[in-house]
Each structure stands twice: as C-alpha cells, then as structure tokens.
C-alpha cells in the first residue's frame, strides 16, 4: 500500500508515536506535538485523513501498516487514543518489528455490548455520505470523531467527490469491532497504562480497572482528553525519561 501521512514535530529527545481514534486523524495530537523534548510521529491511520484505504480493517492490519511507515523500529514510546490505543496494544507485543519502551492507552472503549457491534457494522456496510458543501462535511467530520466544539476539522478529514463532498474516512474502518485486551494486554512487552477522562462515556475508569491495575483517570475531561487538555498526558513520556 501506499505510505501514510505522517505528521512529525522536534528534533531532539525520546521518540514518541501518537495513533489518533476512529474518525479522527493525526492532527488531534497538534496540543501535544508543541510540547518540546520530544521527536513526534502522528500518522494518520489507515483509511482516515491523508492515508490509503485498506482492503480489510484490523487491528493487525492497522498495526502492520503503522510499523512499515515508521522511519524507525524503536526504542518508541506510544500514545494511542481510542482505537489508536488498541493498534498501540498489537504494535506492544512486538509482532510487527517495533521496539515499544511504553505505552499509554486513552479512552479505549473495552465492554461492548451486542447493540454496540451491531452499530458498528451497519456504520461499515454504509456507503460514505455525500455533503452538498466542504462545510457540511467538516461539521460531519467533527460530530463522527467527536470533537464539536473542541476541536477546528482537519482539512484532510474531508475530499471531494462526485456531487459534493465526503469525510475521508472510509467507513468500513467501522469493522474492525470490539478488542480482545485481555490477549493484548497478555502479550505486551513493555508498560502499559490505560487511561480515561473522568467523564468518558465510552470508556470509564472502573471499567479499565477490571483489565489492569495501571490506569489513570484525567480529572475533568472527556473521551478527547487528549484535544481537551493536551498536558494532561506529559506525564506519561516525562516518566520514562527522567524529565
């Protein structure tokens, strides 16, 4: 396949590589890639953005096509929100040829219910939706990655095509279904630390705690914690390098 996007920040200290969630893109960690004292990678996952559609969604798939568009195989650090935290999970047991030294898994939705899976398959059997305008679009791309109000909409979140216009992402990314993190969680080679905004629907702290002990809670703060409060995640890097 064809390379992903990668946004990049910093040229000195740790290499840190941030995987954004379903519907988002790389440009949700742009609070995060200020922060000095780090070398940061942000691709835009496969099917989102500015990168290639698959054939089929993973989180294997996603995973592979993460490791081959690094510029390195580690030492990294990994910050994965969401679905991203997942793909972070499979690149930690070391299958895909990275060297992860830790990883912090945000927002990471872990119970799913029947009507959840089902959901979720029907958004991947529909096709994309078609907006009369770029700003139609753009709010359609903020409400399916949930950053209303939060957030400006990534110009890459959106294309144009025939009639109008359509989020970038392609919806079948939405059959990648529910993870098994007790088998990922059993299979990391490095630290891992789940995390959630206190007031996260999708994924609350009790719940991560049923999976590990290593969870953290962001006082205040939603399932974007990382858009809402970018510092709230420094602590994590700073810990594994003394900073």
């Known amino acids: 396949m064809d390379t992903l996007k990668m946004r990049t920040a910093g040229t000195e200290g740790p290499a840190v590589l941030l995987l954004h969630g379903l519907g988002a893109t790389g440009a949700v ?26 054939p089929h969604y993973s989180f294997g798939g996603l995973a592979a096509a993460v490791a081959d568009a690094l510029p390195e195989r580690g030492p990294v650090l990994v910050v994965g929100h969401s679905l991203g935290g997942v793909v972070g999970l499979a690149l930690a047991s070391g ?50 990655a949930g950053l209303v109000g939060i957030a400006d909409a990534d110009p890459d979140g959106v294309a144009e095509t025939e009639g109008g216009w359509r989020l970038a992402l392609d919806p079948r990314a939405f059959a990648v279904g529910a993870p098994d993190m007790r ?12 995390a959630a905004g206190e007031h996260d629907p999708m994924s609350r702290p009790e719940q991560l705690r049923a999976f590990s002990s290593f969870t953290v809670e962001f006082p205040g703060l939603g399932h974007n914690a990382h858009v809402e409060d970018p510092s709230a995640l420094l602590p994590f890097p700073r810990q594994f390098v003394g900073r």
Do not use: N, T
């Open 29 to 54: 960690w742009d609070g995060l890639m200020a922060q000095p004292g780090y070398r940061w990678l942000a691709p835009d996952l496969p099917g989102h953005g500015g990168s290639p559609w698959l």
């Open 95 to 144: 299958w895909f040829g990275v060297k992860v030294a830790g990883l912090l898994a945000v927002g990471v939705k872990v119970e799913w219910s029947e009507a959840d899976l089902a959901r979720a398959a029907a958004m991947a059997a529909k096709p994309p939706r078609v907006f009369p305008s770029r700003e139609d679009a753009e709010r359609g791309f903020l409400k399916i």
């Open 183 to 194: 088998g990922l969680l059993g299979a990391a080679r490095c630290p891992v630390v789940l």
